[in-house]
């Protein structure tokens, strides 16, 4: 038998989309502004698995001067506990410091409380008798939701408030405060502001793209489900080929892999023909929720948060200006179409 040797790159795809700014985003982003004078911290969340990738440079731009603590959600699908990932972690801290960074579960109580402790800190030096305000931000789908959920759970052990969904854009706009921690000694406690996920006006390059949607980052109807799984199976070879063993021999030909997917589980079109979109969709989600091993995206020994904000600098001037004029067209066309039906 042959021996099996992984795609050392993936191929670059000029044609894949590369914004994922809506409209919503940019009002999330400019009303988050105007509250900053009541905000006693920000709470910026990122994907543990693609940990530069997932950072938004807009929200350093529009939220500076405020104290920030760092959450990377989601530890559970990205570390093995191993020498690697404590020292992954360790070089992630250096990049923030003096900032808080945390790395957190949220199906374990304890990452949760720990994260509550962190960011409940500064509530004991503020003097706000209505209670101390706090605002998690973060990408499309990070898992912000997900956090204000836990922490109230574990703070105050309610039940959850905030909406959470497997694709991004459930939260569309910023929502009231939410207890998290009762108070002390009359205070009113500690409460946090969700708020809608904010994309980058352009994405710097395709495969960053890629991250971003594998990790359910953007809605699946962006990039096809086909190129998606054909990048999975890339990051799968590169870590483990035998994450896939039970479906096929280790392979780099994506149709085969998904042919073997869509017998095992059922998912055929008429005459038994494996419906490949459909396998691809199923094993984007299998890897999703941890069933096809554990791995981290970006590699952060080569690539680092200067590299990211140089790229987001060159790119965004240009695609800034061409949000403005893609929502200043549609709000055009919304008007039209208003008076059309009004006509």
Known sequence: MATFTARSTFPYLHSLPRSYF?????????????MLSSLDLIVECRDYRIPITSRNPLFEESLAGKERVIVYTKKDLGSKGTFEDEKRENLIREWHHPSQVLFSDFKSQRDVRRVLNIISEPASSSNHLLGSRRMIVGMPNVGKSTLLNALRHVGIQKGKVART??????????????????????????????????????????????KLALCGLVKDTIITPITLADYLLYHLNLHNPKTYSVYSEPTNEIKTLLENVGRQSGRLEKGGVPDLTASALWLIQRWRGGYLGKMILDDIENDSPEQHQSECEDAFGSSLHQARRSEKEARRQRSLQRQLNTG
């Open 22 to 34: 809506l409209g919503h985003h940019r009002a999330g982003l400019n009303k988050m502004k105007t």
């Open 165 to 210: 969904g497997a694709q991004p854009g459930v939260t569309r706009k910023i929502g009231t405060t939410v207890k998290i921690k009762e108070g002390v000694e009359g205070s009113e406690g500690v409460y946090l502001v969700d708020t809608p996920g904010v994309f980058m006006p352009y994405v710097p390059n395709a495969e960053r793209m890629l």
